[in-house]
């Protein structure tokens, strides 16, 4: 079965300074992988998602993310944290590439924190 | 609708009462899925629904949750007897095809956060 494990469950950075959240994700197929924001008492929002063509992924806001099989990693990041990227990030893994079935596997979250 | 809707968005009820969640995906939208949200934790899958086949309810965590969908339209998700441990954020998706990468842009809308007392 497919697993995403985010390190870190709180990540605390300074305005301006480099956002840095971690992902990294067991399966035995090529996968989908996805990165979500999660804004207080919002929905989740897409952030960018790895299709296997480019392994550097550009996303909304300032992130990108990179796909790295030997690893099993894809990280979010963004060279200058904005106050307004305070949130609740999320990863998140296709359980069936292929197939007809689609739901997503989701990591616990990492609870992104932005100082002035 | 513009986006995933989800009524109500707030829900308090008593231990063995029975509560139905409503979620409006985004027009046009065949694939729908429920998801639960404890806190701390990220999100499960409940139930997934994809035009007239068969709903896949493989997450659903005991029989006394149930879901439907008539179509491609609105679907419910119904708990029967609430237990405490099932107070949660219950976040429904639509999305827009059944294969390829567009199944799985899953479009989140806002949730309905139950609180069982």
């Known amino acids: 079965a497919q697993s995403v494990t985010q390190l870190g469950s709180h990540v605390s950075v300074s305005e301006g300074a480099l956002v840095l959240l971690r992902c990294n994700y067991s399966?035995?197929?090529?996968?989908?992988l996805f990165w979500y924001v999660q804004y207080p008492n919002q929905g989740l929002q897409l952030l960018l998602k790895?299709?296997?063509?480019?392994?550097l992924v550009k996303g909304i806001n300032g992130f990108e993310a990179e796909f790295k099989k030997s690893e099993t990693s894809f990280h979010l990041t963004k060279p200058s944290a904005h106050m307004s990227d305070a949130a609740e990030y999320f990863c998140?893994?296709?359980?069936?590439?292929?197939?007809?079935?689609?739901?997503?596997?989701f990591g616990k979250g990492t609870k992104l924190s932005v100082k002035p | 609708g513009a986006g995933v809707s989800q009524s109500p968005s707030n829900k308090v009820t008593e231990k063995g009462k029975d509560v139905e969640l409503r979620c409006d995906p985004i027009?046009?939208?065949?694939?729908l899925y429920w998801y639960r949200q404890r806190l701390g934790q990220g999100l499960e899958f409940l139930i997934y629904?994809?035009?007239?086949?068969?709903?896949?309810k493989s997450g659903l965590p005991s029989d006394r949750f149930s879901a439907e969908r008539t179509g491609e339209s609105v679907s419910t998700l119904t708990i029967q007897r609430t237990q405490q441990e099932d107070s949660a954020v219950y976040l429904c998706?639509?999305?827009?095809?059944?294969?390829?990468?567009?199944?799985?842009?899953?479009?989140f809308g806002a949730g309905t956060r139950l609180s069982v007392l």
């Open positions: 998706a639509s999305s827009l095809v059944s294969s390829g990468i567009a199944k799985n842009i899953q479009y």
């Open positions: 399966s035995s197929v090529p996968p989908y």
């Open positions: 790895y299709t296997s063509a480019a392994t």
């Open positions: 998140a893994v296709s359980e069936d590439y292929g197939g007809s079935q689609g739901n997503l596997i």
């Open positions: 027009s046009g939208h065949t694939a």
């Open positions: 629904f994809q035009g007239n086949s068969a709903p896949d």
